[in-house]
């Protein structure tokens, strides 16, 4: 709490002090005029960068989703393929009708 109060008691005391006039000026407006030169120099070298950054960003991203579709179409070749099922080798299995009613009857007592 107590370094709460010394923050803002110091932020307080700063602005006091960049609100002194000087000259007809405060000394906040003496401090901008001479930083601020800078301050527009580093804000469009900032910008600029920012957009090269995002723009490279953009051309990497479309390389990697071009090189990410196949360019060969997938196709079997085999005449193993899931295509041709034999079914010769399954066995056939016929229940009655008494059966039948038999299961539904299990089915609904359960």
Do not use: W
Request: a neutral charge; charged letters at 30%.
């Amino acid at each position: 709490m107590k370094s709460l109060f010394k923050t803002i008691g110091t932020l307080c005391a700063f602005l006091f002090f960049l609100s002194i006039r000087i000259d007809g000026d405060t000394i906040f407006d003496s401090i901008y005029e001479v930083i601020s030169p800078l301050t527009t120099s580093m804000q469009e070298t900032t910008e600029s960068f920012l957009k090269r950054s995002v723009s490279n960003t953009k051309n990497y991203s479309q390389k990697i989703f071009d090189n990410s579709v196949p360019k060969v179409k997938d196709s079997v070749k085999s005449k193993f393929s899931a295509h041709q099922k034999n079914t010769s080798n399954f066995i056939e299995e016929k229940i009655s009708d008494e059966d039948k009613d038999k299961l539904d009857d299990l089915i609904k007592n359960h």
